[in-house]
């Protein structure tokens, strides 16, 4: 039996046929091209983002937000409270210079003013003990602070009155009469004359110039106690004078000492008793108040001294105390 093989067989295609066929493979090339492009367009285009992850953005953008905007507020406050207190500060400052430096200056004006007035009327024999308040009335020294230490003692403690030196306080008595010459004075600014009171001591000398009078004062003893201050004054002025000066009614006075504004009994007749009067009084006195510390008026640093002599003016001779 004869063996018959399989053979695949080609039918013959027409020239009409050929062409649609190329026609169809392009159509199909295409289509493949198209779904090619299709899919590395989207594998190359990043996807939308999650819901998630758009809501975590927003939040952090909203915190950022509202710190940025806390931070900006701070900043602001913090400026502005900066600038005030440098503006605090500069206007403390210029009222310093003009307190302890601008009003030494007008200060030393109006005193010049007043020496050059007390000596014109003492020139032309006016008793000025008297003064109109604001006026000079006598003159102040105190060998201590040095030899050109001197200034008008002004009537009367206005603000005004102080301005211009030391004033004398009008209720108390006058100078070498039987009670207590009492003055006040600035310590800063303003000529500033008792500032250097704190460094007084004991039997250290005040004098007081009038027209017709030299007075000589004596700082009572300041730090020394019982019998001791007795024998401390005695080193500067009689025996007698050391005793009635440091027993019976002015046993407690002291010669410097620091009390409140309020006690007015520091420039009573007899400091420290209120009720005394002139008559009372068996010394004359002199009182030196002023205000303590420096820089504050809360308290009062006060002096006293007890008269040791009175002098005569002699044409230009002064006391011994001046001299030295």
Request: hydrophobic fraction near 30%; glycine fraction near 8%; charged fraction near 20%.
């Amino acid at each position: 039996m004869a063996r018959h093989s399989k053979e695949t067989v080609t039918s013959p295609v027409s020239p009409d046929e050929l062409a649609a066929q190329q026609s169809d493979q392009a159509d199909t090339g295409d289509t493949h091209s198209s779904t090619s492009a299709t899919q590395t367009s989207a594998d190359t285009e990043p996807s939308a983002p999650s819901t998630d992850n758009a809501t975590a953005s927003s939040g952090g953008s909203v915190s950022a937000g509202t710190g940025r905007r806390q931070t900006s507020t701070a900043s602001k406050i913090l400026g502005v409270s900066g600038e005030l207190i440098l503006t605090i500060g500069i206007v403390i400052m210029l009222f310093v210079i003009y307190e302890a430096y601008w009003t030494n200056i007008q200060s030393d004006h109006e005193q010049s003013q007043a020496k050059s007035q007390l000596d014109d009327k003492w020139a032309n024999a006016r008793n000025t003990l008297n003064a109109d308040e604001g006026e000079a009335m006598g003159k102040l020294r105190i060998p201590t602070f040095g030899s050109d230490w001197n200034y008008a003692i002004i009537q009367g403690t206005s603000a005004s009155d102080l301005s211009r030196g030391p004033g004398h306080y009008t209720r108390t008595q006058n100078p070498g009469d039987k009670g207590n010459f009492a003055l006040a004075g600035h310590r800063v600014g303003r000529g500033a004359p008792f500032n250097d009171l704190g460094y007084l001591k004991t039997c250290d000398s005040i004098v007081v110039e009038t027209r017709e009078s030299w007075y000589v004062y004596r700082v009572l003893p300041i730090d020394e106690k019982g019998a001791h201050r007795e024998t401390a004054l005695a080193h500067c002025t009689s025996p007698t004078l050391a005793k009635q000066a440091t027993t019976g009614d002015y046993a407690s006075v002291r010669g410097r000492y620091i009390t409140t504004p309020s006690n007015i009994s520091t420039i009573a007749p007899v400091p420290g008793k209120e009720d005394s009067t002139p008559e009372s009084a068996r010394l004359s006195m002199i009182t030196l108040t002023t205000c303590h510390p420096q820089f504050s008026n809360a308290e009062r640093m006060v002096i006293h001294a007890v008269l040791d002599r009175v002098e005569a003016k002699d044409g230009n001779k002064t006391p011994a105390e001046l001299e030295s």
